[in-house]
C-alpha cells in the first residue's frame, strides 16, 4: 500500500511468483488515513502481510547542512532525493546562530549533517553538530561526515536531547559517493520519527505498518527495474502526482564522475510541479521555460513532465542513452494508454530543453502500479518482485 496525500493505492501481489492479484484506489481520508487503508483492505479480502510505503502530510522534509557547497553539500544533497526526501534547504560552512535559524525556518522533518573526507578535517562536522545541539531544536539528526570524528558529533548531539544516528560517509575520499548508509539512516528516522509525528492516524498501528517514504519505495523499484531492462540501456520514470513531479534515471556506469562522485541512480524532486495542488505552479514554471500547457490534466502532466526532465537534466544527467522511458502518477494511470503514452513524447522531442535527448527510447506506463509494490518487496521478497517487474516491462 502507498498513502499519497491524495490518495491511498493498493496492490495484492502472490509472492510465490510475483503475479499482480489485483489493485485498487481510495481517497486518502483526512483525519486518519486508516480509514482510507482499512477501507482497501477490507474491499481486497483475506491477505497476508501488509507492506506500506508514505507521502502524506507532505512527505519527508530535509534540510543538509555540509562541509562547502561544491563538494560535500552538494554530495549530500543528491543523497537526500535518492533517499526519498524534498530538500527543503541546504547549507554549507560553519554555520552561524544565524545560519542555524535559515534551516530551522525551512521546517525539516530530518537535517543530513555532512562534512569531510574520512581522515580530512573534521572542524567544521564538529563545530556545526554543537550549533544545532546547542539551539533548543529537537529535529532528528542524521551525521554522515568524516568517519573520525562522526561519533563525537552524534554523542554531542544526544547528549542535548537531540536524536541523532550516525552513518557511512556519503563522501569517504573525494570523487567516491557511498549514498546508502546514509539513505538506511534516513529511512530509520523518517520512520522511528516522523511518520508518527504527522499526526496522520491515532495510536501506533499505521507508524508500524509503514516500511519507508515513498519515493524511497519507488527508486528501490525503478532500481530493480534498471536491472530487468538492462538490455535496454539507461531508464527514465516520471511520476508526476498531485502536489509534486518526481524524475528517476537509471545510467549504466561509464567510470567516470566529478569530485562528488556520481549517483548512477538517482532521483530529482520537483515540489511547484503538481497536477492538483501545483498546477499554479506548472503554468508559472512553463512560462519562464516556454512551454505550452494543453487542457485537461494530461495537458498539465505533459508540461510538468517536460519542465522536470529538462530540470534533472540540467542537474548534471546525461539521458541521451535512455532506453526506457516509464510515465507513472494517477494521471497517466487513470488515462487510455495511448493518451498517457501521447502525454509523455513532448518530454523526447524537447529540442529546447538544452539537454541531449534519447534516441530512440520505448516508452510505457506504469498503470497497474508496480513501481512501489516492487521496492516495498524488493528486501524480503526479491525474487517476486523482479517477476512483477519482468511482467510489467513484458506487458508494457
Same mark, same amino acid.
Given at each position: 500500500?502507498d498513502?499519497?496525500?491524495?490518495?491511498?493505492?493498493?496492490?495484492?501481489?502472490?509472492?510465490?511468483d510475483?503475479?499482480?492479484v489485483?489493485?485498487?484506489t481510495?481517497p486518502?481520508t483526512?483525519?486518519?488515513?486508516l480509514?482510507?487503508?482499512?477501507?482497501?483492505?477490507?474491499?481486497?479480502g483475506?491477505?497476508g502481510?501488509?507492506?506500506?510505503?508514505?507521502?502524506?502530510?507532505?512527505?519527508?522534509?530535509?534540510?543538509?547542512?555540509?562541509?562547502?557547497?561544491?563538494?560535500?553539500?552538494?554530495?549530500?544533497?543528491?543523497?537526500?532525493?535518492?533517499?526519498?526526501? $524534498?530538500?527543503?534547504?541546504?547549507?554549507a560552512?560553519?554555520?552561524?546562530?544565524?545560519?542555524?535559524?535559515?534551516?530551522r525556518?525551512?521546517?525539516?522533518?530530518?537535517?543530513l549533517?555532512?562534512?569531510?573526507? +574520512?581522515?580530512g578535517?573534521?572542524?567544521?562536522?564538529?563545530?556545526n553538530? $554543537?550549533?544545532?545541539?546547542?539551539? $533548543?531544536w529537537?529535529?532528528?539528526?542524521?551525521?554522515?561526515?568524516n568517519?573520525d570524528?562522526?561519533?563525537?558529533?552524534?554523542?554531542?548531539?544526544?547528549?542535548?536531547g537531540?536524536?541523532?544516528?550516525?552513518?557511512?560517509?556519503?563522501?569517504p575520499?573525494?570523487?567516491v559517493?557511498?549514498?546508502a548508509?546514509?539513505?538506511?539512516?534516513?529511512?530509520?528516522?523518517?520512520?522511528?520519527?516522523v511518520?508518527?509525528?504527522?499526526?496522520?492516524?491515532?495510536?501506533?498501528?499505521?507508524p508500524?505498518?509503514?516500511?519507508?517514504?515513498?519515493?524511497?519505495?519507488?527508486?528501490?523499484?525503478?532500481?530493480?527495474?534498471a536491472d530487468?531492462?538492462?538490455?535496454?540501456?539507461?531508464l527514465?520514470?516520471?511520476?508526476?502526482g498531485g502536489?509534486t513531479?518526481?524524475?528517476?534515471?537509471?545510467?549504466v556506469?561509464?567510470g567516470?564522475?566529478?569530485?562528488?562522485?556520481t549517483?548512477?541512480?538517482?532521483?530529482?524532486v520537483?515540489?511547484d510541479?503538481g497536477?492538483?495542488?501545483?498546477v499554479?505552479?506548472?503554468?508559472?514554471?512553463?512560462?519562464r521555460?516556454?512551454v505550452t500547457?494543453?487542457?485537461? +490534466?494530461?495537458g498539465?502532466?505533459?508540461?510538468?513532465?517536460v519542465i522536470?526532465?529538462r530540470?534533472?537534466? $540540467?542537474?548534471?544527467?546525461?539521458?541521451?542513452?535512455?532506453?526506457?522511458?516509464?510515465a507513472?502518477?494517477?494521471?497517466?494511470?487513470?488515462?487510455?494508454?495511448?493518451?498517457?503514452?501521447?502525454?509523455?513524447?513532448?518530454?523526447?522531442h524537447?529540442?529546447?530543453g538544452?539537454?541531449?535527448l534519447?534516441?530512440?527510447?520505448?516508452?510505457?506506463?506504469?498503470?497497474?502500479?508496480?513501481?512501489?509494490?516492487a521496492?516495498?518487496?524488493?528486501?524480503?521478497?526479491p525474487?517476486?518482485?523482479?517477476?512483477?517487474?519482468?511482467?510489467?516491462?513484458?506487458?508494457?
Amino acid at each position: 500500500m502507498d498513502v499519497g496525500s491524495t490518495d491511498t493505492k493498493l496492490a495484492v501481489v502472490d509472492v510465490s511468483d510475483g503475479t499482480l492479484v489485483r489493485t485498487g484506489t481510495h481517497p486518502t481520508t483526512g483525519g486518519d488515513v486508516l480509514h482510507g487503508v482499512d477501507a482497501l483492505l477490507t474491499d481486497a479480502g483475506p491477505v497476508g502481510d501488509v507492506y506500506c510505503c508514505s507521502s502524506a502530510g507532505g512527505g519527508l522534509r530535509l534540510a543538509v547542512i555540509g562541509y562547502e557547497a561544491l563538494v560535500s553539500a552538494d554530495a549530500a544533497h543528491r543523497v537526500a532525493l535518492s533517499a526519498g526526501a $524534498r530538500v527543503v534547504h541546504v547549507a554549507a560552512g560553519p554555520q552561524d546562530p544565524a545560519g542555524i535559524r535559515g534551516v530551522r525556518a525551512a521546517r525539516p522533518d530530518v537535517v543530513l549533517l555532512v562534512g569531510g573526507t +574520512d581522515g580530512g578535517d573534521g572542524d567544521v562536522l564538529l563545530h556545526n553538530a $554543537r550549533r544545532v545541539a546547542a539551539a $533548543r531544536w529537537r529535529v532528528p539528526v542524521v551525521v554522515a561526515g568524516n568517519s573520525d570524528v562522526r561519533d563525537a558529533a552524534v554523542d554531542t548531539l544526544t547528549g542535548r536531547g537531540v536524536p541523532a544516528v550516525g552513518a557511512g560517509n556519503v563522501l569517504p575520499r573525494i570523487g567516491v559517493l557511498e549514498p546508502a548508509s546514509a539513505r538506511a539512516a534516513i529511512r530509520e528516522m523518517f520512520l522511528r520519527h516522523v511518520i508518527g509525528g504527522k499526526h496522520l492516524s491515532r495510536g501506533t498501528r499505521f507508524p508500524r505498518l509503514v516500511r519507508m517514504a515513498t519515493p524511497d519505495a519507488v527508486l528501490t523499484g525503478v532500481s530493480l527495474l534498471a536491472d530487468t531492462a538492462a538490455a535496454d540501456g539507461d531508464l527514465l520514470v516520471v511520476d508526476v502526482g498531485g502536489a509534486t513531479t518526481d524524475v528517476y534515471s537509471c545510467l549504466v556506469p561509464d567510470g567516470g564522475g566529478g569530485v562528488a562522485g556520481t549517483l548512477w541512480r538517482a532521483r530529482t524532486v520537483e515540489g511547484d510541479l503538481g497536477v492538483r495542488w501545483n498546477v499554479d505552479g506548472v503554468h508559472a514554471a512553463a512560462a519562464r521555460e516556454h512551454v505550452t500547457v494543453a487542457g485537461g +490534466d494530461l495537458g498539465v502532466a505533459a508540461a510538468a513532465a517536460v519542465i522536470g526532465v529538462r530540470r534533472h537534466a $540540467r542537474s548534471g544527467r546525461d539521458l541521451r542513452n535512455v532506453g526506457v522511458v516509464v510515465a507513472s502518477g494517477g494521471v497517466f494511470r487513470h488515462a487510455a494508454p495511448a493518451a498517457a503514452r501521447a502525454a509523455v513524447a513532448p518530454v523526447l522531442h524537447d529540442h529546447a530543453g538544452g539537454w541531449a535527448l534519447p534516441r530512440a527510447p520505448r516508452v510505457t506506463v506504469d498503470d497497474r502500479y508496480v513501481l512501489a509494490p516492487a521496492g516495498l518487496l524488493a528486501a524480503e521478497h526479491p525474487a517476486a518482485a523482479a517477476a512483477l517487474l519482468r511482467g510489467y516491462l513484458h506487458s508494457g
